[in-house]
């Protein structure tokens, strides 16, 4: 994915804060985790650790 398109997804997820109120600390892992989801179609808990907790990844989406 481009900077270019990674931007335009970054302004939905700095809009959302996990209920503790922090950010997520690397936007990229998130927006990259959700896709991977997306094409895999596999479950939030198989997210592989290189993109972050599956919790925090799936509160941002």
């Known amino acids: 994915m481009s900077d270019e398109e990674r931007t335009f997804f970054e302004r939905s997820i700095l809009a959302v804060r996990a209920p503790n109120g922090r950010k997520p600390n690397n936007h990229h892992l998130v ?3 959700i896709f991977w ?3 895999t179609g596999a479950p939030w808990r198989a997210l592989p ?5 599956c919790s925090s990844v799936y509160q941002q989406f």
């Open 49 to 53: 650790e290189e993109f972050g907790k």
């Open 37 to 39: 989801i997306a094409r």
């Open 31 to 33: 927006i990259d985790g």
